[in-house]
């Protein structure tokens, strides 16, 4: 069975840094992208970043790019999203998603998401 | 940019009927189309993929179509448990992108 298993979501300060974890387990984590998808209250799915199974590839969305850096631990199963400058606009469930890149992108399974709340 | 259109942000269906949900782009049949439904304080979940395709576990009254402008979610026979946000789904070169969701309502 598939599990991801997020952590490390909180509370920050405007312009701060948080790192989420997401341990995976279930599946051969190594053979498959990753993602991170958040959804901000009330709001629907954004996507976030991906990174292909080895770590070489790694994709951003426009908002994010220059202040997110996603990377996994292929040896400890563990997706990582390093999130710095952080805003308001990033307050967000965050969610870990095994993604399907079989004849497109989508996102097989879902973590049960972890929260960030950026306020001051 | 491509952007995916959920004309209806809320759509209501009578017990044991047909429900429609719909998701609009320009050239969208040209794209697999996804859809998740997502419960109150849950995590979304892949409910369809490639226009039709039901992942395992998907019940069959859900099913759905793509061509032209317009991707098509249709539950035949909603039940109480189906309420909840629907979101369409597709990847476009290298960006995902989201419909903004309908609220599916089972009276």
């Known amino acids: 069975e598939v599990q991801l298993l997020e952590s490390g979501g909180g509370v920050v300060q405007p312009g701060g840094s948080l790192r989420l974890s997401c341990a995976a387990s279930g599946f051969n984590f190594g053979d498959d992208v990753m993602s991170w998808v958040r959804q901000a209250p009330g709001k629907g799915p954004q996507w976030v970043s991906a990174?292909?199974?080895?770590?070489?590839?790694?994709y951003y969305a426009d908002s994010v790019k220059g202040r997110f850096t996603i990377s996994r631990d292929n040896s400890k199963s563990t997706l990582y999203l390093e999130m710095h400058s952080l805003r308001a606009e990033d307050t967000a469930v965050y969610y870990c998603?095994?993604?399907?890149?079989?004849?497109?992108?989508?996102?097989?399974?879902w973590g049960h998401g972890t929260l960030v709340t950026v306020s001051s | 940019s491509f952007e995916l259109t959920q004309t209806h942000s809320s759509v209501s269906v009578a017990l044991g009927q047909t429900a429609t949900i719909t998701c609009e782009a320009d050239?969208?049949?040209?794209?697999?189309v996804q859809w998740y439904q997502q419960k109150p304080a849950q995590a979304p979940i892949l409910i369809m993929y490639?226009?039709?395709r039901r992942p395992s576990g998907i019940p069959e009254r859900f099913s759905g179509s793509n061509s032209g402008q317009m991707a098509t979610l249709t539950i035949s026979g909603a039940q109480a448990g189906d309420e909840a946000d629907y979101y369409c789904?597709?990847?476009?070169?290298?960006?995902?992108?989201f419909g903004g969701g309908t609220k599916l309502t089972v009276l």
């Open positions: 490639w226009d039709s």
């Open positions: 789904q597709v990847w476009d070169f290298t960006t995902v992108i």
């Open positions: 998603a095994k993604v399907n890149t079989l004849n497109s992108f989508f996102f097989d399974y």
């Open positions: 050239r969208i049949g040209s794209k697999n």
């Open positions: 990174i292909s199974g080895g770590g070489e590839k790694r």
